[in-house]
């Protein structure tokens, strides 16, 4: 599904460069769980951005099934992002003056219709946001903020998840309901990359990827 070839990144900061991937490879295969796990500064959220096409590497090539994604021009790149995959941040990334409805809509590649409504209610109904679907994102707890940047992710029937850090602002209790979503996801069929500081998504992925300063150092 993904092939990453000698990815490097080099950020300039106060003069200085800072290489936060160093010649990363690997391949994400179709239907694989994978949690990216590595200190702060490590190069994990450069990692996932690079993945989903937001983030042109310095060096080396990302390969998305056919696309050799950093070949696309901008329009194609975005487009393949809209339809195939699901971002979900820690930090949520909801519209404040927008109701949850409208918030989860907004991930519609084009103007929403009755269908891409239809979708976008049944989703809250599964995350448990039904009664809230008036409500804007202020008048939510965290734990329902997440969930309803996860059901905004899935909204176009992503074949995979990139996910940074969805449960670091949560509860024990919240991040288990967060995570569960992901693992529903996976078994359905769907892909997933998630990083984490934490084991909470240890014990379902099915490979574990560990970044020291940018380094691949385990797989």
């Known amino acids: 599904m993904i092939r990453c070839e000698e990815i490097t990144k080099t950020f300039s900061k106060n003069g200085s460069n800072v290489l936060s991937l160093d010649k990363f490879t690997t391949d994400i295969s179709s239907g694989e769980f994978i949690a990216v796990r590595g200190p702060s500064g490590s190069g994990k959220t450069t ?34 992002r809209s339809r195939q995959i ?3 941040f820690q930090m949520f990334y909801l519209v404040p003056y927008l109701d949850i409805l409208n918030n989860v809509l907004l991930a519609s590649p084009g103007k ?4 891409e409504r239809q979708r976008a209610v ?20 965290a734990g329902e903020r997440q969930r ?7 909204l176009n029937r992503p074949k995979i998840l990139l996910a940074d850090e969805p449960t670091g602002n949560l509860d024990p209790d919240n991040a288990a309901v967060v995570i569960d979503h992901f693992v529903q996801f996976h078994q359905s069929g769907g892909t997933v990359v998630l990083v984490t500081h934490g084991t909470a998504a240890d014990a379902f992925a099915n490979r574990i990827i560990r970044l020291n300063q940018g380094r691949l150092i385990e797989d």
């Open 122 to 141: 049944e989703l809250l109904e599964q995350f448990g946001l039904s009664n809230r679907i008036t409500h804007r994102p202020d008048e939510l707890s």
């Open 86 to 88: 699901g971002f979900v």
């Open 47 to 80: 990692l996932l951005l690079t993945l989903g096409g937001m983030q042109r590497p310095s060096t080396g090539k990302v390969q998305f099934d056919e696309h050799d994604l950093y070949a696309l021009s901008p329009s194609e790149r975005a487009n393949l």
């Open 148 to 154: 309803l940047a996860v059901a905004r992710a899935l």
């Open 112 to 115: 929403p219709g009755k269908v």
